[in-house]
């Protein structure tokens, strides 16, 4: 069992950069992804970026790249989305998420959310 643990979120004027953190708690192994989505009022939740727990290859949505990067720290098992230059679009709960067969495949642990706003 996995167990994943947002924080980092907040309020933050248009322009403005925030960095979410994810705790990781259980057993990960190398052929996991570690992801972050987010959801928007009235919208589906879709994806953000995610990185490969063992080599660090990353993917993004082409709404963020180059504006967020997605790190992982694999000693203290933490996963980080740096976010900048955001936009009022942004504006959504931003979740953590897990998948053990990698990214493209489904993601089966989430965290609780984290609520990020940006205003313009």
């Known amino acids: 069992q996995v167990q994943l643990v947002e924080s980092g979120g907040g309020l933050v004027q248009a322009g403005g950069s925030l960095r979410l953190s994810c705790a990781v708690s259980?057993?990960?192994?190398?052929?996991?992804?570690m992801g972050w989505f987010r959801q928007a009022p009235g919208k589906e939740r879709a994806f953000v970026a995610a990185i490969r727990w063992s080599g660090g290859t990353t993917y993004y949505a082409d709404s963020v790249k180059g504006r967020f990067t997605v790190s992982r720290d694999n000693a203290n098992n933490m996963v980080y989305l740096q976010m900048n230059s955001l936009k009022p679009q942004d504006t959504a709960v931003y979740y953590c998420?897990?998948?053990?067969?990698?990214?493209?495949?489904?993601?089966?642990?989430w965290g609780q959310g984290t609520q990020v706003t940006a205003s313009s």
């Open positions: 998420a897990a998948s053990a067969l990698g990214h493209g495949y489904d993601y089966n642990y």
């Open positions: 259980g057993r990960i192994f190398g052929t996991y992804a």
